[in-house]
């Protein structure tokens, strides 16, 4: 069932000549890739899901058997992985500066509000901090991109501040009006009550280095926004090393020493919200990792099949259209 493991490739006419390079890259090693095995279970038993991802650059995606964990396998090492963020090869194929700009724009009508979760908005994770009712003034934001999701918490009269590996986003902030640390994601200043890391955990080579960094910096509160796995299948791209449910991604950061306090998820894309809290003695989190393990099989099978239909419904549609030609 070869078919299977194909991910839908996605038509966009102006990505194509990055999805090559990128493709070149990966084959001829200048992108170096190392196999790792699972960070949630430290096992090595995976089930290969797909063999490309959304723009049909050639990748791994797995589960793992034991735990249920969905990740990239190998995956580009942490040296080549800075060259890919800081090249701007990735902004090339995933978010021009224009929907910087559109995001910042966004960001200047944020309004606190009451959390809804049933469609995606970039900036309700302000409102669920805020609806946490934590104490906090002091804010940092891995990897801020272009400045955008610090700006509602300047709106609350919060200190604010960022890290970033892309100059060319610096530069845009800057011209917000917020200055960031040209840095790599680890590098985190002392005395930070809040620490923001909005989709940025997912594109970690080894994010349980940067929890044990983060633990070692005294933060209070850290929240964590990902692109989940939990009942919808997410758009497997290979910026993504890690498609996390509730259940692994809590699993990772209660070991490293963060407790969750509040969680949430966005029926609409799966994406998940949660807020730790700093813990001064470390435990373990246990989740039925059987369950886990059948929650994706059931999940990845329905996606499967829905592909298939779909391929022979476009297949019969083709056809009837020759006929209508031919006639
Ligand atoms: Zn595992």
Redesign the pocket.
């Known amino acids: 069932m070869n078919f299977a493991k194909k991910f839908p490739v996605r038509n966009i006419k102006n990505i194509k000549k990055y999805v090559e390079l990128l493709n070149v890259k990966l084959k001829n090693g200048e992108f170096r890739l190392i196999h790792r095995s699972?960070i949630?279970?430290k096992?090595n038993s995976e089930k290969i899901l797909f063999n490309n991802d959304r723009n049909g650059i050639n990748l791994k995606i797995l589960m793992?058997k034991?735990?249920g964990?969905v990740y990239l396998n190998p995956r580009i090492d942490e040296e080549s992985l800075r060259k890919f963020y800081e090249s701007d090869l990735y902004r090339d194929i995933y978010h021009s500066i224009d929907n910087y700009q559109y995001k910042w724009k966004l960001a200047e009508s944020y309004k606190k509000k009451k959390l809804q979760l049933h469609n995606y908005d970039p900036f309700g994770f302000v409102d669920f901090i805020e609806e946490s009712k934590i104490k906090y003034k002091r804010v940092f934001e891995i990897g801020a991109a272009g400045g955008a999701n610090l700006l509602p918490f300047r709106g609350l009269n919060k200190k604010i501040g960022g890290n970033e590996l892309s100059k060319k986003l610096i530069k845009f902030a800057n011209t917000k009006g917020i200055k960031l640390l040209y840095s790599n994601f680890d590098s985190i200043p002392l005395n930070i009550d809040l620490l923001i890391i909005q989709h940025v955990f997912e594109h970690l080579f080894d994010p349980e280095k940067l929890l044990k960094q983060i633990y070692q910096k005294n933060i209070k509160y850290l929240y964590i926004g990902v692109p989940g796995f939990v009942n919808i299948m997410p758009s497997v791209q290979l910026a993504h090393n890690f498609y996390f449910s509730f259940n692994t991604l809590i699993s990772i950061c209660v070991r490293n020493g963060f407790k969750p306090i509040k969680k949430a998820i966005y029926n609409s894309n799966n994406y998940l919200m949660v807020l730790f809290q700093r813990q001064n003695k470390i435990e373990e989190y246990e989740y039925n990792y059987s369950y886990e393990v059948k929650n994706i099989i059931k999940i990845y099978n329905k996606f499967r099949i829905k592909n298939f239909l779909l391929s022979i419904y476009r297949f019969l549609k083709i056809n009837k259209i020759n006929e209508k030609f031919r006639k």
Do not use: A, H, K, M
């Open positions: 699972c949630c279970c096992q793992c034991n735990c964990f």
